[in-house]
């Protein structure tokens, strides 16, 4: 990729002279942050052991964007995460739990605990008109492959990308990825393997593959319209529509409505090889619909919404989400995303209670700032997720609380998460050890520039 890279940059730069090489980068763009992330988490297991981590990190992004030349511009993103006065017992979500899973099978170890850095960005672009092609390493955030900026860095992908921006607000675009790199790695590996680990073969008959991305978009001033296909050959495809409504009226009252739809099925090599009693899913094959909503109404300063979620079941199939790619598109979403490690190496077919067959959520939420009182730049943020499944002995609670600063370039959080009967399953679908309590608190303090 980077051979690739470096000889188009080559090729357009022998095609201008000198003058125009060096407007090119003149006319550049440097941008940034500098982040400060703390995260400590207490989990009470069902037996009554307790666990507690934390760590502390500081680190960023640092980007530079060519000016245009004749419609191309290249780009690099520089990224790093440090960790510094770490325990005995590391909360590695903040620096190299990826890499950990990866290279030693579980995100304890020394290399979990590491701080690293990473070319996350580097393409080469190319705009006409209405049209744009991109190829190389990029931040995306689609609802089922996304950057997942909840932890310190962004998740990336890299491969091909085409758009067509269409009359009537209609946007039409195609990607063929071929590598996935996880926020809390510094490593990009093949995107299907990223997701099956050492069942890649098994599951699909090939060591590696790519994902082909088709979406179209519809938007004006209060609707909008998504439709995203990922279709991963040999290995499942998956289909999403989004639509939203949102209005504001002369009183200072606003609402708002959504809806999603996702379905996701096994194909070709997968298909035929998880519906073996024998497969690592005990004979599923991936099959899932699911259904989300939301409703939205704020007035002046204050917000508030409701949002419930269901993921059908079948207990003949593998009715949970796949969600190996940082995506977390559910409209009940908390803070902790309810698929907290599902996207790490080789964890594609387990799942996260929101996330399970058969998996109703309930969430509401309150958003209040503090213009009116003369508290300028702050915000609270109030959520509350029940999540009810027949698989589950209890309903699983989660609580969320931010209070959020931000003027100009600066911004802090610190947010609380509290959670009850936390549940998740096996490839299988098999309900894994409960935990009965897992509490969590994070400071993020970030400077953009």
């Given at each position: ?10 090729l ?7 003058d125009?090489i060096?407007s090119?980068f003149e006319e550049?763009?440097v941008?940034?942050?500098v982040?400060y992330?703390y ?8 037996g ?7 760590a502390?990190?500081i680190?960023g992004?640092?980007?530079?964007t060519?000016g ?6 290249t780009?690099?993103?520089?990224m790093?995460t440090?960790g510094?006065?770490l ?7 903040i620096?190299?739990?990826d890499n950990?899973?990866?290279l ?7 290399i979990?605990?590491?701080s690293f850095?990473?070319l996350?960005e580097a393409y ?6 209405d049209f ?7 931040v995306i ?8 900026e909840?932890r310190?860095?962004?998740s990336?992908?890299?491969?091909a990308?085409?758009?067509?921006n269409m009359?009537?607000?209609t946007?039409?675009g195609?990607?063929y990825?071929t590598h996935?790199k996880?926020r ?7 995107i ?10 098994t599951?699909t008959?090939?060591d590696?593959?790519e994902v ?7 938007h004006?001033d209060?609707?909008a ?11 499942m ?8 409504y949102q209005?504001k009226?002369?009183?200072g009252?606003?609402?708002?409505a959504?809806a999603?739809?996702?379905n996701?099925t096994?194909i ?5 090889y998880?519906?073996?009693a ?8 991936i099959?899932?619909d699911?259904i989300?909503?939301k409703?939205?109404?704020?007035y002046?300063?204050s917000?508030f919404s409701?949002a419930?979620?269901k993921?059908?079941k ?17 409209l009940?979403?908390?803070i902790?995303s309810?698929d ?6 080789g964890?594609a077919l ?6 399970i067959?058969?998996a109703?959520g309930?969430k509401?939420?309150y958003t209040?700032?503090?213009?009116f009182?003369g508290?300028e730049?702050?915000k609270?943020v109030?959520?509350y997720?029940n999540?009810d ?5 209890k ?6 609380a931010v209070l959020?600063?931000g003027?100009?370039?600066f911004s802090l959080?610190?947010k609380?998460?509290?959670?009850r009967n936390?549940m998740?399953?096996d490839?299988t679908g ?9 509490t969590q608190y994070?400071?993020?303090?970030n400077?953009?520039?």
């Amino acid at each position: 990729m980077k051979k690739i890279l470096i000889a188009s940059v080559a090729l357009i730069a022998s095609l201008q002279g000198a003058d125009s090489i060096g407007s090119w980068f003149e006319e550049g763009e440097v941008k940034g942050n500098v982040k400060y992330y703390y995260i400590e988490t207490k989990k009470d297991k069902a037996g009554g052991s307790h666990t507690s981590a934390h760590a502390n990190s500081i680190g960023g992004q640092l980007s530079y964007t060519t000016g245009d030349w004749a419609g191309f511009q290249t780009g690099v993103t520089f990224m790093t995460t440090n960790g510094f006065a770490l325990p005995n017992v590391v909360d590695a979500s903040i620096i190299g739990r990826d890499n950990g899973v990866r290279l030693e099978g579980n995100p304890s170890g020394t290399i979990a605990q590491e701080s690293f850095s990473v070319l996350g960005e580097a393409y080469l672009k190319y705009n006409y008109k209405d049209f744009t092609a991109l190829y190389g390493r990029q931040v995306i955030k689609t609802p089922l492959i996304h950057a997942k900026e909840v932890r310190m860095l962004p998740s990336a992908v890299q491969g091909a990308f085409v758009e067509y921006n269409m009359p009537y607000g209609t946007t039409l675009g195609a990607s063929y990825l071929t590598h996935f790199k996880q926020r809390t790695s510094n490593k990009f590996i093949n995107i299907v393997e990223h997701a099956l680990g050492a069942d890649t073969r098994t599951v699909t008959g090939s060591d590696k593959g790519e994902v082909i991305v088709l979406d179209a978009h519809y938007h004006s001033d209060k609707t909008a319209v998504r439709v995203y296909n990922y279709y991963s050959d040999d290995f499942m495809n998956s289909l999403y529509l989004d639509a939203a409504y949102q209005n504001k009226l002369d009183s200072g009252i606003s609402y708002s409505a959504s809806a999603e739809y996702i379905n996701q099925t096994s194909i070709g090599h997968a298909d035929e090889y998880l519906n073996n009693a024998g497969s690592i899913t005990g004979g599923k094959q991936i099959d899932v619909d699911v259904i989300s909503a939301k409703l939205g109404m704020g007035y002046k300063e204050s917000k508030f919404s409701v949002a419930y979620s269901k993921v059908f079941k079948d207990d003949n199939k593998h009715d949970s989400l796949v969600l190996p790619w940082d995506g977390t598109p559910l409209l009940t979403n908390m803070i902790t995303s309810n698929d907290l490690f599902q996207s790490n190496y080789g964890q594609a077919l387990q799942a996260d209670s929101l996330y399970i067959g058969g998996a109703q959520g309930i969430k509401v939420g309150y958003t209040q700032t503090y213009d009116f009182i003369g508290l300028e730049g702050f915000k609270t943020v109030l959520a509350y997720l029940n999540v009810d499944n027949s698989k589950f002995e209890k309903d699983q609670h989660d609580y969320n609380a931010v209070l959020a600063y931000g003027i100009g370039n600066f911004s802090l959080a610190l947010k609380g998460i509290w959670v009850r009967n936390t549940m998740s399953v096996d490839k299988t679908g098999a309900i894994k050890a409960p935990n009965d309590k897992l509490t969590q608190y994070r400071v993020i303090a970030n400077y953009k520039f």
